[in-house]
Every structure is written in structure tokens, then in C-alpha cells.
């Protein structure tokens, strides 16, 4: 149902009751609403044609890419090869960062910040950036994070150069600086290149996210208010706002108002459960608020409002109903190019400069000699003694069951479907 202009710029509430220790939200909206007009001006919002035509083709032939490769893999799956082509690729492009969160983790025990700051800070040049997402273009996807990803001033050139490619655009950012990028006219084809847009968001509580983000109040509340400026642009623009909430033991309560604010607002919810390094936190799992949360969470899925995976996707993932991780259905590139292979949460990977090959299949032919994927994930000998639960770990065990039963009997047609409303 189509909104009307009242109802874009200043939300009703209907599931979230706003607490007195939350933002006022029609100040926030009014604030936001001011934002996104002078990002409209910037921009130059374009015509439904134009929508319709460019921005559809290049989605189309990302999709083709990605179907084509997975009958590719059901080959390779077939023969019991688990080498395959990835879907999509995560690059971290910087470990900077201008947040510094409790629970950040690069799933190997460090922070983002920190390591920047040790010295793991020669991030790749704009011209290596370019030849990076070239080698992977086969992937057909490209998910683009940090650190915070913003930060870097080069990421509307090579978003430009992935969008050229005909390639599917994701990013994952804090959501601090966005809002004030998006004046600038660098920045203009931002919103109409990038397909899904995910920003953290860990509570509605100012002093909450000042504490877990080690931020000051300003920073918080621009969080807050990009949100709500994005949220009224995806009505002009198309791509997909998603709030991604790291439930830990702190943010639990939190975690039940995001999810009505997300519902009432209409943003796409993605819920994760904070992991320890490589293995699930199963105190956190078996805490009883913990176990309420989850159930909400998985009914309102079933009662159609919009999340980032199926309800079945997300009561395995927050069950954490023990699914098989596949690593190499996607690849974790690091900030100097280099891959983790055959996983970024292995103590053990061997690290793959992406630069020095042609493309991705030449890569993995020469990754796995080094370490062979296949039945990788485990507690065996030469396997990854690993048990995350991840998002990422979900997709992959999807993902396999795609090429081991068909595309429309494993329900990842239905998983795409819901990534691409």
C-alpha cells in the first residue's frame, strides 16, 4: 500500500511504545526530513523510467550471474568438491573505524580500531581497489564493510566501478556518516548503485549506544536520524534499508523495541546473536529473555513483516539449530587484498594476495592447494574445529542444500526473494 507524505515523514507508531529514556522522535523526524530534502536536491531524484530500466538490468544480470554459478556449483557439489564459486564476497575494505563497539570482532578475537591501530592500516589503493572487484567480478556480489566502510573517501569510485560491472551492491556501515555524505555531490549515484543498505543499530537508548559504541551523544543521535532520513528515501529510491542488531547479554531488552520500531517503520530486521570469537555464546542463547525474543522475532517473520531471512532461516540461525558451514560460498577478503582462507574465523588460514590473479577461479585453483575446502567445517583433524553462528554461516549451509536438493526444494529461492524486495 502506497504512503501518503504524512505518513514518510513522521512515523505512527503502532507495535513500539517509545520509552521516556528514548529519543523524541518527532524531533529526530523533523530533523531527518530536512536531511533527506537536501539529499533529494542533491541527487536529483530520478523518473520511475529511469528506475525501471538501468537499475533493473544491472539486478537482472547480477541475478543471471548468480543462477548461472550455481548450476556451476551443483556440478562441483556433485563430484564432492566444495570449492565453489562464491556467491558474494565481504570486503573489508579498512579496519578504521569511529566506533570502537563492546562487541565488535573480526571473528579472530580482535577489534577493527585496534588493529588499525597496530599498524594493519595499508589499505589498497583506489587503482587495487578497482582490480580487486574486477578479479571477483564473477561473484556477481559485493559486500562492502569494515571497519567502517564510509570512512573510506574512495567508496563512490568503487562502487561506480562494481555498478559498471553489473554487479550486486551491499554495504554494512555504523550509519554516522552517511547522512552528511550524502550532501556532498560525490555521492549523488550513491543510493541508486547501492542495492541493500545495512546499518547497525543496537538500541533506541542515546546512553546505551554512547556506551556500546564508545561514541558521544552527537554521533548516537545521527545514527538515529540517518535512519530515519534513509527510511524516507527508499520511498523515491530503490534499495533496501536493513537494521542489523548484535543481540548480546547487555541489549536484550533493547533488542524487543528495535524490532517493533523496525516493523512499524517497515525496515527489514536482521537479527544476530553475538558469537565468541568462532563459537556461539550458548549462555546468551539459553537466556530465557534471550529465548522470548527469538520466538517474537521468528512470529513476526511468519506474520510477514520484513526481515532479512525466512522464518525457518531465523530460527535456525537464533536457535543456533546446528547447520553445516560451507566456507568458501563466500569469500572474506581483508583490508591488503589478501583472502582468508579457506575462513576468516580459522586460527589457521593461509592468507591469498587476490591481486596477483586473473580471476576468481584461478584464485580458488590456487587456495586449494594450500588448504582443501571440502568438508572443511568440523571437529576432525584438518577441519575447523569452529562452531559460529553467523549469519554467513546460515547462507552457506542454505546455500549447499541448494545444490544438493535443487534450487526450489532447499527454500533459497524464497531467501532471495525476501534479500531483493
Known amino acids: 500500500m502506497k504512503k501518503n507524505a504524512h505518513e514518510i515523514l513522521f512515523p505512527n507508531f503502532k507495535l513500539y511504545k517509545p520509552k521516556d529514556y528514548h529519543p523524541d522522535w518527532k524531533k529526530l523526524s523533523i530533523e531527518a526530513s530536512r536531511l533527506a530534502l537536501n539529499i533529494a536536491k542533491i541527487i536529483k531524484l530520478q523518473t520511475n523510467y529511469f528506475q525501471g530500466t538501468l537499475f533493473q538490468k544491472r539486478k537482472i544480470l547480477a541475478i543471471l550471474g548468480t543462477l548461472k554459478n550455481l548450476f556451476l556449483?551443483?556440478?562441483?557439489?556433485?563430484?564432492?568438491?566444495?570449492?565453489?564459486?562464491?556467491?558474494?564476497?565481504?570486503?573489508?575494505?579498512?579496519?578504521?573505524?569511529?566506533?570502537?563497539?563492546t562487541y565488535c570482532s573480526n571473528h579472530?578475537?580482535?577489534?577493527?580500531?585496534?588493529?588499525?591501530?597496530?599498524?594493519?592500516n595499508k589499505d589498497l589503493t583506489t587503482e587495487q581497489g578497482r582490480k580487486l572487484i574486477k578479479t571477483m567480478k564473477k561473484?556477481?556480489?559485493?559486500y562492502y564493510c569494515g571497519g567502517e566502510p564510509t570512512i573510506r573517501?574512495?567508496?563512490?569510485?568503487?562502487?561506480?566501478y562494481s555498478t559498471k560491472l553489473n554487479m550486486f551492491n551491499m554495504i554494512n556501515t555504523n550509519g554516522s556518516l552517511i547522512g552528511d555524505l550524502l550532501l556532498r555531490p560525490r555521492y549523488k549515484n550513491f543510493l541508486m548503485q547501492m542495492d541493500v543498505v545495512?546499518?547497525?543499530?543496537?538500541?533506541?537508548?542515546l546512553d546505551s549506544l554512547n556506551s556500546m559504541y564508545k561514541v558521544s551523544d552527537e554521533v548516537s543521535y545521527k545514527v538515529l536520524r540517518?535512519?530515519?532520513?534513509?527510511?524516507?528515501?527508499?520511498?523515491?529510491?530503490?534499495?533496501?534499508?536493513?537494521?542489523?542488531?548484535?543481540?548480546?547479554?547487555?541489549?536484550i531488552e533493547e533488542s524487543f523495541h528495535i524490532l517493533d520500531f523496525c516493523n512499524d517503520l517497515n525496515i527489514t530486521f536482521s537479527p544476530?546473536?553475538?558469537?565468541?570469537?568462532?563459537?556461539?555464546?550458548?549462555?546468551?542463547?539459553?537466556n530465557e529473555r534471550y529465548i522470548e525474543l527469538r520466538k517474537k522475532i521468528v512470529e513476526r517473520a511468519k506474520q510477514g513483516y520484513p526481515m532479512i531471512a525466512s522464518p525457518r532461516m531465523l530460527e535456525r540461525l537464533l536457535d543456533f539449530k546446528g547447520f553445516n558451514c560451507y566456507p568458501v560460498v563466500f569469500d572474506h577478503i581483508d583490508y591488503n587484498g589478501e583472502v582468508f582462507w579457506p575462513c576468516k574465523a580459522y586460527d589457521k588460514a593461509v592468507m591469498v594476495d587476490v591481486l596477483r590473479y586473473k580471476n576468481v577461479k584461478k584464485l580458488h585453483e590456487a587456495a586449494e592447494k594450500l588448504i582443501d575446502p571440502t568438508n572443511f567445517h568440523g571437529s576432525g583433524p584438518k577441519q575447523c574445529q569452529g562452531n559460529c553462528a553467523w549469519m554467513q554461516n546460515c547462507v552457506t549451509d542454505t546455500y549447499a542444500q541448494a545444490l544438493i536438493n535443487g534450487l526450489f526444494g532447499s527454500g533459497l529461492v524464497k531467501e532471495i526473494g525476501g534479500l531483493l524486495k
Open 139 to 142: 561473484s556477481s556480489a559485493i
Open 272 to 286: 544476530v546473536s553475538a558469537n565468541i570469537n568462532h563459537s556461539a555464546d550458548l549462555d546468551l542463547l539459553n
Open 153 to 160: 573517501k574512495d567508496l563512490p569510485e568503487l562502487l561506480e
Open 73 to 101: 556449483n551443483m556440478r562441483k557439489m556433485s563430484k564432492g568438491n566444495h570449492n565453489f564459486i562464491p556467491i558474494f564476497y565481504i570486503w573489508t575494505m579498512t579496519n578504521n573505524c569511529n566506533f570502537i563497539c
Open 226 to 251: 540517518n535512519i530515519l532520513t534513509l527510511n524516507i528515501l527508499r520511498n523515491y529510491v530503490p534499495f533496501k534499508l536493513v537494521a542489523n542488531t548484535v543481540i548480546t547479554h547487555d541489549n
Open 198 to 205: 545495512i546499518i547497525s543499530l543496537d538500541s533506541l537508548n
Open 108 to 120: 579472530r578475537g580482535g577489534k577493527y580500531p585496534e588493529l588499525y591501530n597496530e599498524g594493519f
